[in-house]
């Protein structure tokens, strides 16, 4: 997987400890009510598309960007409906990063799905009724996404 110039740099200086990171996250859901998946290829799971902002990069746009960039699909974002932050997380290079994550409902607009970089080995359209297995943040984020009603969702630790 490519690693954008700016982290490579950050890289060089931090090593692999942990970094907070900004990422966001694309919900994408078709007029078939099907949910647009890949299979990464850094941990052979099934996941959301997404992928971290570039510096001064607005969110929306680096959803957009990712989409087409992973899958071959243009994608619309309709709403933000989560902001949550991600367990800490061991690549297989030992890099280690925590990221802020925004959420988006997107749809389609144009694009075939397929695998259109390194960071996938397959990309798919999945019915909801018979989604991947998928672990349990991943699987909160749709159901937050699916059940949204204008309201983003986000957690409060205070009174």
């Known amino acids: 997987m490519a690693i954008p110039p700016f982290l490579a740099d950050l890289r060089s200086f931090v090593g692999t400890r942990p970094l907070w990171l900004s990422a966001v ?5 078709d007029e078939q009510d099907r949910l647009l998946l890949n299979l990464r290829s850094d941990t052979g799971r099934w996941a959301l598309i997404g992928g971290i902002l570039d ?3 607005e969110p929306a746009d680096a959803m957009v960007r990712e989409c087409l ?6 994608v619309l974002p309709e709403a933000l409906t989560s902001v949550t932050v991600s367990e800490l997380q061991q690549y297989p290079n030992g890099d280690q990063a925590q990221y802020l ?3 988006f409902r997107c749809r389609p607009v144009s ?3 397929r ?7 397959e990309v798919g359209w999945f019915r909801l009724d ?5 672990d349990e943040y991943t699987r909160r ?5 699916l059940a949204f009603d204008g309201a983003t969702a986000f957690r409060f630790a205070g009174a």
């Open 25 to 29: 996250t694309a919900v994408v859901v």
């Open 55 to 57: 510096p001064g990069e």
């Open 69 to 74: 960039e992973e899958t071959g699909v243009t």
């Open 101 to 103: 994550d925004l959420t």
């Open 111 to 113: 694009g075939e799905a």
């Open 115 to 121: 695998v259109n970089d390194d960071e996938s080995t």
């Open 130 to 134: 018979a989604l991947p297995e998928l």
């Open 141 to 145: 984020r749709i159901d937050i996404a």
